[in-house]
């Protein structure tokens, strides 16, 4: 096997875990609001401690993988995400599962942020795009086995018995990291930044604002609805039971899939800005679609799901038009600068619409994030015709 494929198939692993633990809460939630009585808001502020940790480490580890490449880095921070999730099968209360699922966040930080610097030097820069989104569409499956098939799973071992096995499953895949990974191929070391050209001149840049404002209202909400809010509006609004909330759910992860596979094929054909914009716009009418009618009947739901399970997808690109807009030295930094932007916008979103659905209800909750998918898109519009 040649070494680029082995690299992306040992780091797909560990994006996988990411994307299971990350979402796990939608398809658990009336399981934990039971045993631990939670409200939708500490619901809501617990799930999005997951992005919050995992922005927070963003600021730190382009840095850190600038200068030290993935190898070693992603997997440390792992073993963090071991223990978190040791901790959360063991909760009794919200503050110690709060700070298992906080734990978690900072374990897989670099699931996403270390595969895409090495990729910047493992692959050639116009395959970047394609690479990336294929490469975010295969773990993006970690998702799928977090909706019907962690309903079952979940029936037959229990919630706490999910997250107690994943530790020994994070562990495992940690080291694989660590031994079949390598930062940069033979003969070729790492860039290094010059001097003075570090993360200042990407948080300088206007293309960086208009680029992260957009992953912070449509990355960020597209996370804050699938992996807890897409769950529990079905519960809420529907009244439905765990096994027809994993369907649904089903239905937006493999939709997600299946965006994150064609987005780098027609970013690479149409011109990337001009494929982001029109997916944004996509993705809002899904939104505004649940605000207004919660009760459609149950194949335009599939439908709206489907829609924004594929359209959110794009929000890739945001990721990989930061790659192309700055030096390949600066990959690192730009790269988890934008993933910084996202990161926080789960986080806010999250817990802000636990906030505003627990005091007015899930139309209110929905025509804010519209409102603010709109203002952020027209932020985005200067940059909608460059070639990139």
Request: net charge positive; charged share 10%; proline share 4%.
């Amino acid at each position: 096997m040649p070494i680029a494929a082995r690299v992306f198939l040992v780091l797909l692993l560990a994006y996988f875990l990411s994307y299971f633990f990350r979402a796990t809460n939608a398809v658990i939630a009336p399981d934990l609001r039971q045993d631990l009585g939670l409200s939708p808001a500490e619901l809501g502020l617990m799930t999005s401690l997951f992005y919050l940790t995992f922005a927070l480490v963003q600021l730190p580890l382009g840095s850190l993988l600038d200068r030290y490449g993935p190898r070693f880095v992603h997997p440390a921070l792992m073993l963090v995400g071991a223990l978190g999730a040791l901790i959360f099968a063991s909760a009794e209360n919200f503050t110690v599962l709060s700070l298992g699922r906080a734990l978690l966040g900072i374990g897989f930080a670099a699931a996403l942020m270390g595969a895409l610097k090495a990729f910047s030097l493992w692959f050639p820069s116009t395959r970047y795009a394609s690479v990336s989104s294929l490469y975010v569409a295969l773990g993006a499956s970690g998702a799928i086995a977090a909706s019907s098939p962690l309903a079952w799973l979940k029936e037959q071992i229990g919630w706490r018995g999910v997250f107690e096995w994943g530790a020994l499953v994070i562990v495992l895949v940690a080291l694989a990291v660590a031994l079949g990974v390598e930062n940069a191929p033979r003969g070729l070391s790492l860039p290094r930044p010059e001097r003075g050209g570090g993360a200042g001149v990407i948080w300088q840049s206007q293309v960086f604002w208009r680029i992260g404002a957009l992953n912070f209202v449509l990355g960020g909400g597209f996370l804050a609805w699938q992996t807890l809010w897409a769950g529990d509006y079905l519960y809420k609004t529907r009244g439905m039971g765990g096994l027809e909330v994993g369907a649904l759910l089903f239905a937006f992860s493999l939709a997600a899939v299946l965006g994150y596979l064609l987005s780098g094929t027609l970013a690479d054909r149409l011109g990337l800005p001009r494929v982001l914009w029109g997916a944004a716009w996509g993705f809002l009418l899904g939104v505004l679609l649940l605000a207004l009618w919660p009760a459609m009947p149950l194949p335009l739901l599939y439908g709206a799901y489907a829609l924004m399970g594929f359209l959110g997808a794009f929000n890739i690109l945001c990721l990989a038009q930061a790659r192309l807009a700055f030096p390949t030295a600066l990959t690192g930094r730009a790269v988890t600068a934008i993933n910084f932007m996202g990161f926080i916008g789960v986080f806010l979103l999250q817990w802000g619409m636990g906030v505003v659905l627990g005091l007015f209800g899930y139309g209110a909750a929905l025509g804010l994030w519209t409102a603010l998918l709109a203002l952020a898109i027209l932020g985005y519009r200067p940059l909608r015709t460059k070639s990139l």
